[in-house]
């Protein structure tokens, strides 16, 4: 079945600091891949999305590349902000049809001055 | 335009207590689905609504049941509670095709003692 492998948190950066979430999948096909972020107390946000390989999601200064090689979807920011402390999910959604996410277990980002 | 609305917000019922749950989709949407989010971890998907059929089932059971209105609002409903059902509900809607973004709603909280 379908999976996602996120790195283990908690991250704790400095403001301005380069940030990297590593996230690999399992799964057939072609699927979408997403990242959602949570901010505390709250319902889940999505960030940005890639639908096929090479192809480069982004939005509010994150990036993530769909890399069909390494069945990877690493979401990149070059300087973070304190407002970017949150949970990070990666998810999936499969060529099998029924729009049905699969989440990683989220990767809590701590943003300090 | 309106969001995803969830409700209630918070709940607190007893073990063995039947439950339900609430969602408006965003204008437009036809598509609905359930996740359930325990603490810590990532979002694992019950169900999925489309025109008022279920349309794809998770790994729960069946205790877990729900039902979409013509006007596409969603219930969950949850009979025979137990401890481990604690978390946070979450609604999505889409447009029901594949690969479209779900659009999140804020969350109820339910607590199981």
């Known amino acids: 079945g379908n999976s996602v492998t996120q790195m283990e948190g908690p991250v704790t950066l400095s403001e301005e600091a380069f940030l990297t979430i590593n996230c690999t999948y399992t799964?057939?096909?072609?699927?979408?891949l997403f990242w959602y972020v949570q901010y505390p107390g709250e319902g889940l946000q999505l960030l940005l999305k890639?639908?096929?390989?090479?192809d480069k999601g982004s939005n509010k200064g994150f990036e993530a590349t769909y890399r069909k090689e390494t069945t990877s979807f690493h979401l990149e920011k070059g300087s973070v902000q304190v407002s970017d402390s949150a949970v990070y999910f990666c998810a999936l959604e499969g060529t099998g049809g029924g729009n049905k996410l699969t989440f990683g277990t989220g990767t809590q980002l701590k943003v300090e001055l | 335009e309106t969001g995803v609305t969830q409700s209630p917000t918070h709940l607190i019922k007893t073990r063995g207590q039947q439950v339900t749950l609430r969602c408006s989709s965003q204008s437009g949407h036809n598509t609905v689905s359930w996740y359930q989010q325990a603490l810590g971890q990532g979002p694992q998907f019950i169900f999925q609504y489309y025109r008022e059929e279920e349309n794809g089932r998770g790994n729960f059971p069946p205790r877990f049941s729900g039902l979409q209105f013509p006007n596409y609002s969603s219930e969950l409903d949850v009979n025979a509670l137990e401890l481990d059902d604690s978390a946070l509900y979450l609604c999505?809607?889409?447009?029901?095709?594949?690969?479209?973004?779900?659009?999140f709603g804020p969350g109820t909280r339910l607590t199981v003692l």
């Open positions: 799964a057939t096909g072609y699927p979408s």
């Open positions: 999505a809607s889409s447009l029901g095709g594949t690969r479209d973004t779900q659009y």
């Open positions: 890639a639908t096929k390989a090479d």
